[in-house]
């Protein structure tokens, strides 16, 4: 690619490791984010008013969850679409730009020529013709925020469907996020906002390399319990489905001291580790 090619690229493409770090120029691009394509990224998206949007299809997971963004997304006329979780790391953009595939499309992507099996860039550049949704937009979704009294403990239970929500109050406390368990750009200083006391993320299918539960080597670093879930047993970005039907899959040493162990049903654990 030359200059000049590179400079109307990244002018008219975002590159984002997450869709909760848009810029404030993202309105009318077309976003290649390392977020799952769930309903809450989809939603922030049009939120922002960005052209299209392609996300990370997060092992699909229950109920096809991580891509559950495409049809929602379609109703608003915007063109969607989420790469194979094996073909690149979940949470790096630039990885997704470079080595994703595209594994599913909606409607309005086809349109105007991305197809499963296409290159990540090559479907960017084929967005640039999505039209622009509509101005005024909003879907009716809500990210959410719960805090749970827990029997017997000196702890609460904080339930949040994006880990960017996890407060400063949240401190050593117990947390289920809906968001998947890869560290954000591969950065360790991003694996978790405040330093709780354990935190559950959603495994995103493992994926390649085992990126959908990178943070929890670090977490482990730093004294915290990381817990990851089986993407196939929840719906990803719902910390209240992970709670509900959860089952655990991946532990770093830290939750294994507190007795955890894989197969066993997440809100088990938490009655467990609250005593």
Same mark, same amino acid.
């Given at each position: 690619?030359?200059?000049?090619?590179?400079?109307?690229?990244?002018?008219?493409i975002?590159?984002?490791?997450?869709?909760?770090?848009?810029?404030?120029?993202?309105?009318?691009?077309?976003?290649?984010?390392?977020?799952?394509?769930?309903?809450?990224?989809?939603?922030i998206?049009i939120?922002?008013?960005v052209?299209a949007?392609?996300?990370?299809?997060?092992g699909l997971?229950?109920?096809?969850?991580?891509i559950?963004?495409?049809?929602?997304?379609?109703q608003?006329?915007?063109a969607?679409?989420?790469?194979?979780?094996?073909?690149?790391?979940?949470?790096?953009?630039y990885?997704?730009?470079?080595?994703?595939?595209? &594994?599913?499309?909606?409607?309005?992507?086809k349109?105007?020529?991305?197809?499963?099996?296409?290159?990540?860039?090559?479907?960017?550049?084929?967005l640039l013709?999505?039209p622009?949704?509509?101005?005024?937009?909003?879907?009716?979704?809500?990210?959410?925020?719960?805090v749970?009294?827990?029997?017997?403990?000196?702890?609460?239970?904080?339930?949040?469907? &994006?880990?960017?929500?996890?407060r400063?109050?949240?401190?050593?406390?117990?947390?289920?996020?809906?968001?998947?368990?890869?560290?954000?750009?591969?950065?360790p200083?991003?694996a978790?906002?405040?330093p709780?006391?354990?935190?559950?993320?959603?495994?995103?299918?493992?994926?390649?390399?085992?990126?959908?539960?990178?943070?929890?080597?670090?977490?482990?670093?730093?004294?915290i319990?990381?817990?990851?879930?089986?993407?196939m047993?929840?719906?990803?970005?719902?910390?209240?489905s992970?709670?509900?039907?959860?089952?655990?899959?991946?532990?770093?040493?830290?939750?294994r001291?507190?007795?955890?162990?894989?197969?066993?049903?997440?809100?088990?654990?938490?009655?467990?580790?609250s005593?």
């Amino acid at each position: 690619m030359c200059q000049k090619d590179k400079a109307e690229f990244d002018d008219k493409i975002e590159v984002t490791d997450t869709i909760t770090k848009l810029s404030q120029f993202a309105q009318g691009k077309v976003v290649v984010s390392g977020s799952h394509g769930g309903i809450l990224p989809g939603a922030i998206a049009i939120s922002k008013g960005v052209r299209a949007v392609i996300f990370n299809d997060a092992g699909l997971g229950l109920d096809e969850s991580g891509i559950g963004s495409l049809l929602m997304c379609e109703q608003h006329n915007m063109a969607v679409a989420a790469v194979d979780y094996m073909s690149c790391h979940i949470g790096n953009g630039y990885d997704m730009l470079n080595e994703g595939i595209i &594994s599913v499309v909606n409607q309005v992507a086809k349109k105007v020529g991305v197809y499963v099996g296409q290159t990540c860039k090559s479907a960017a550049i084929k967005l640039l013709n999505a039209p622009q949704p509509s101005a005024g937009f909003r879907t009716d979704f809500e990210e959410n925020r719960e805090v749970l009294d827990l029997l017997n403990s000196k702890r609460k239970l904080i339930l949040v469907d &994006s880990a960017s929500m996890i407060r400063v109050e949240d401190r050593d406390q117990i947390v289920i996020t809906g968001s998947h368990g890869g560290l954000i750009g591969n950065n360790p200083k991003l694996a978790i906002k405040q330093p709780a006391f354990a935190a559950f993320y959603n495994d995103a299918g493992l994926g390649i390399d085992d990126c959908g539960i990178s943070r929890l080597p670090v977490l482990d670093l730093q004294g915290i319990a990381g817990v990851a879930i089986d993407c196939m047993t929840c719906r990803i970005g719902s910390a209240r489905s992970a709670l509900e039907t959860g089952v655990i899959s991946k532990l770093n040493k830290t939750a294994r001291k507190l007795g955890l162990d894989e197969g066993v049903k997440v809100g088990d654990a938490i009655t467990k580790i609250s005593i």
